[in-house]
């Protein structure tokens, strides 16, 4: 049965549970085992009565207040008898029973967006998180995306429209895309938010989501199927691949692992053990596979099967992850970045011309993974979004960034900053938003899409000039909605890294107020243009 004290921790905000338990040892006992809130609730009531009568050491009043925030919340969450409910066995329990393209619930519900943005307030204008961006093997104009938190999304014409693909699979995190060479109806997906993964804010305060394994379509997304279960529990997704030349071979990379396939998701083994951030096969290889972990470099030269630790460098790799690409321009070559350590140097740039046997460093200035728009700084966030993209056609085209975008015309030897309207010094045109979690060049067309916490955007000519592709993908992470009482059509909601946002009319375009990491905003009363809203550490008031 669930354990009290998990979650004592999610609803006590940064009130460390173990330290409270050691000032109030007895609490603990007597909340062993309990799991009706009813009960959990009647004696933490005795308990800080106790302390309130004197009959023991007085703590700080606020636990009891995080206590009853905690009783509140949990009373709606519980099951017909009162008891806690594990959400995820839920889920996993469904999941054996799952049947194809079938919800657990119906209404009649209409999309309010946001679908759009206008207005430029604020410094993050995007629309929402997209993790991952993969591409149809014959046609330029068939796009996939992966988002955290609104699944999977298909354009058919390029990025000028979206639809959701996945509404009705167990998970709405996908972090691995593959489109089967073999038959392009075919597309496997990895669930679960891996880059999220990082005992960072939205892991602390449970918006982190696991993944729920493989699934795969033989239909182009229509419908979805389970592939076979890994054989771990708990664990997020990063990336997947497909073996160039036999399609029924996959390789998942996880927060648990590298998991690989020979049945096309039938079974899934382990090969190598531990966080896996990133994987690539050399381009039309069976036999050459890299993988890049928390400061290290593997590479197989079996297929995936037997892997081995790479250290050959000429400066060795930063404790940090290291981003990972490859080029069909070239397939000896290898590309790595490092990022940013704690109280070091920019890890640098790394390539590899022998099939990944040995590195150079390329450059370690400017800092490219963190926000300083000169690449002076020295902050980090490199665990969360770091990623490159090298030109299929031009070994020496290179994207990469961090919180920041630079292109690269020397494979990685010098930079040019690429964060268009964000960073005035910038040398391309249109908007680049900031946290950046994939670049990836089509190899039909030459075009490189760039995934970041405000959407998707791509550019024709490696980084000079973008364009924004995310009109349509409804899959914006808001953490609080709130609607005017004068008005129904008038609502502010707060985002993950892209502002508060207001919808002032009956429409799915919504106008931006303020950047950053919105949070939570309301109206005033009364009023259906005035307001509050909350954006990372401080309060703004907007009309």
């Known amino acids: 049965m669930k354990n009290i004290l998990i979650y004592f921790t999610i609803f006590c905000l940064d009130l460390a549970a173990n330290t409270l338990f050691a000032q109030l040892p007895s609490l603990q006992d007597k909340l062993s085992g309990k799991d009706r809130v009813e009960e959990i609730m009647e004696i933490v009531d005795a308990h800080y009565a106790e302390i309130a009568s004197g009959k023991r050491i007085k703590t700080d009043e606020g636990e009891y207040k995080h206590w009853a925030r905690w009783g509140l919340y949990m009373s709606g969450r519980t099951d017909a008898q009162g008891r806690l409910v594990d959400v995820d066995s839920f889920i996993n329990k469904a999941l054996k029973s799952y049947s194809h393209n079938q919800r657990n619930s119906y209404g009649n519900w209409i999309s309010r967006g946001p679908t759009a943005i206008s207005g430029s307030n604020g410094s993050s204008?995007?629309?929402?998180?997209?993790?991952?961006?993969?591409?149809?093997?014959?046609?330029?104009?068939?796009?996939?995306?992966?988002?955290?938190?609104?699944?999977?999304?298909?354009?058919?014409?390029?990025?000028?429209?979206?639809?959701?693909?996945?509404?009705?699979?167990?998970?709405?995190?996908?972090?691995?895309?593959?489109?089967?060479?073999?038959?392009?109806?075919?597309?496997?997906?990895?669930?679960?938010?891996?880059?999220?993964?990082?005992?960072?804010?939205?892991?602390?305060?449970?918006?982190?989501?696991?993944?729920?394994?493989?699934?795969?379509?033989?239909?182009?997304?229509?419908?979805?199927?389970?592939?076979?279960?890994?054989?771990?529990?708990?664990?997020?997704?990063?990336?997947?691949?497909?073996?160039?030349?036999?399609?029924?071979?996959?390789?998942?990379?996880?927060?648990?692992?590298?998991?690989?396939?020979?049945?096309?998701?039938?079974?899934?083994?382990?090969?190598?053990?531990?966080?896996?951030?990133?994987?690539?096969?050399?381009?039309?290889?069976?036999?050459?596979v890299y993988a890049t972990k928390w400061g290290k470099f593997y590479r197989s030269t079996n297929g995936g099967i037997d892997w081995a630790q790479i250290t050959n460098f000429d400066f060795p790799l930063q404790n940090q992850r290291v981003a990972l690409a490859v080029t069909n321009a070239s397939t000896s070559m290898v590309y790595l970045m490092s990022g940013w350590a704690n109280g070091g140097t920019f890890g640098g740039f790394y390539i590899s011309d022998d099939f990944g046997a040995s590195f150079t460093r390329q450059s370690n200035t400017p800092n490219i993974v963190e926000s300083a728009c000169d690449g002076s700084g020295g902050s980090n966030q490199s665990e969360y979004d770091l990623a490159i993209g090298v030109s299929h056609a031009l070994v020496n085209r290179v994207v990469a960034a961090g919180i920041t975008t630079w292109r690269s015309y020397t494979s990685g030897d010098t930079w040019i900053n690429a964060s268009a309207g964000r960073c005035s010094n910038s040398a391309s045109t249109g908007y680049v938003h900031a946290d950046v979690h994939d670049i990836e060049y089509n190899p039909l067309n030459g075009h490189v899409y760039l995934c970041s916490d405000g959407g998707l955007i791509k550019s024709v000519n490696h980084g000079i000039d973008w364009i924004n592709l995310s009109d349509g993908i409804a899959a914006s992470q808001v953490y609080h909605m709130t609607g005017a009482l004068t008005d129904i059509n008038h609502m502010v909601i707060g985002l993950q890294d892209n502002g508060c946002k207001s919808r002032n009319a009956n429409t799915s375009v919504w106008e931006q107020i303020f950047g950053a990491d919105g949070y939570d905003c309301i109206y005033n009363f009364g009023s259906s243009t005035n307001g509050i809203l909350s954006a990372n550490s401080s309060v703004y008031r907007f009309s």
């Open 125 to 288: 204008v995007g629309i929402g998180r997209v993790d991952r961006v993969a591409f149809h093997p014959t046609d330029a104009n068939i796009l996939y995306i992966g988002t955290p938190s609104g699944g999977l999304f298909k354009s058919v014409n390029g990025g000028s429209a979206w639809t959701a693909l996945t509404d009705n699979i167990p998970s709405t995190a996908i972090s691995g895309i593959v489109v089967s060479h073999s038959n392009p109806n075919t597309v496997y997906i990895l669930t679960g938010d891996g880059d999220a993964d990082n005992n960072g804010f939205t892991q602390k305060f449970k918006y982190w989501r696991g993944s729920k394994g493989v699934f795969v379509s033989y239909d182009a997304g229509s419908n979805w199927y389970p592939t076979g279960a890994f054989p771990v529990d708990t664990f997020t997704g990063y990336q997947l691949v497909q073996d160039p030349n036999n399609a029924n071979i996959l390789i998942a990379a996880t927060s648990q692992g590298l998991f690989r396939t020979t049945n096309g998701g039938d079974s899934w083994v382990e090969v190598l053990s531990g966080r896996t951030y990133e994987i690539k096969f050399r381009p039309g290889s069976s036999t050459y």
